[in-house]
């Protein structure tokens, strides 16, 4: 996309927005047809659908088909969470990263699992347990679970070298994820990994990745003591 062609989306996208922000058009109501707002900005109708798709997904438009589109009832701005290369995270605050496999076993998955992917207690399944460090301190223990039949070529990653996190951003496309948030106390095993003392009090992320309704992934990442996340709303 060209530079004209992105400001064009955009320029839609800030329009649309003003309208529904000024109240021209109120929670609830339908908007003109995107050829009717294609007429109305002097724009290809293509453009019109992208910013439209664009607002949708940030909230603020209801899209349904054959029902046309109508500003959210309640327009709510949606945070939006990139899933981070845990490398790229460390050397972006300045620090020396290092990485270590823990432990890597092609096995059968737990309960737990199967719910959160939606898999059998039969799949094929690697788990898959690291120590990312920064500046020589641990970071974050991550704790893995990858679906060999939505990911084959995992079992040809030298996981030595490259953790599971940055080879799955790089090579395991997905389409919907959902991620938890919550604190929780350090278990004997966890404070052992993490040098910390048992009880201990962290940040805990819980993620899972699908392409369409195939899961990819399940990840259980515990930081050390004092991480704090970040997100632009």
């Given at each position: 996309m060209n530079s004209l062609e992105q400001q064009s989306w955009q320029s839609v996208h800030d329009e649309v927005l003003r309208r529904i922000h000024t109240r021209e058009w109120k929670p609830g109501d339908l908007i003109p047809k995107e050829v009717e707002l294609a007429e109305q900005l002097?724009?290809?109708?293509?453009?019109?659908?992208?910013?439209?798709?664009?607002?949708?997904?940030?909230?603020?438009?209801?899209?349904?088909?054959?029902?046309?589109?109508?500003?959210?009832?309640?327009?709510?701005?949606?945070?939006?969470?990139?899933?981070?290369?845990?490398?790229?995270?460390?050397?972006?605050r300045g620090q020396k990263y290092a990485y270590g496999l823990l432990f890597s076993e092609r096995r059968t998955p737990p309960p737990e699992i199967c719910a959160n992917l939606g898999v059998t207690a039969e799949s094929d399944m690697l788990h898959i347990t690291s120590l990312h460090l920064a500046d020589g301190k641990p970071f974050m223990f991550e704790d893995r679970w990858v679906s060999i039949a939505a990911t084959p070529t995992i079992l040809d990653a030298d996981l030595e070298k490259i953790s599971a996190n940055e080879w799955l951003v790089l090579h395991a496309p997905y389409t919907r994820g959902d991620i938890y948030f919550s604190a929780v106390n350090a278990s004997a095993a966890e404070a052992k990994v993490l040098r910390t003392d048992p009880g201990t009090s962290l940040f805990l992320m819980e993620r899972t990745t699908w392409e369409n309704q195939t899961g990819i992934t399940s990840a259980r990442l515990l930081f050390a003591p004092g991480y704090r996340k970040h997100s632009a709303i």
């Open positions: 002097g724009c290809a109708r293509a453009t019109v659908n992208r910013a439209l798709r664009e607002l949708a997904s940030e909230g603020f438009l209801d899209r349904r088909r054959k029902a046309g589109t109508r500003v959210a009832a309640h327009p709510v701005r949606r945070a939006k969470l990139d899933i981070p290369v845990i490398r790229l995270e460390i050397e972006g």
